[in-house]
């Protein structure tokens, strides 16, 4: 387990690497879980698929305020 800071911390290490192109074969492992937020890409709604091998897949989308009659 990892707290916040430490993932964080990888992370940007991952995509400097990726920017440098010097990734690493453990940078390339299927992640056990996927986040996706396209509810920042005005999407109010979405079916999330779970693909094959991971366990989970957390799905976000947008809060909106409407009128309701």
């Known amino acids: 387990d990892a707290s916040l800071p430490e993932l964080v911390e990888r992370r940007s290490a ?8 010097l990734l690493k ?7 056990p879980l996927t986040l996706s937020n396209i509810g920042t890409h005005g999407v109010d709604w979405f079916t999330g698929i779970v693909p094959v091998g991971q366990s989970a897949l957390l799905t976000v989308g947008r809060a909106r305020e409407t009128v309701q009659i």
Not at 14 to 21: E, I, L, P, S, T
């Open 25 to 31: 074969p453990d940078d390339l492992q299927a992640s």
């Open 14 to 21: 991952a995509v400097d690497r990726a920017r440098r192109g």
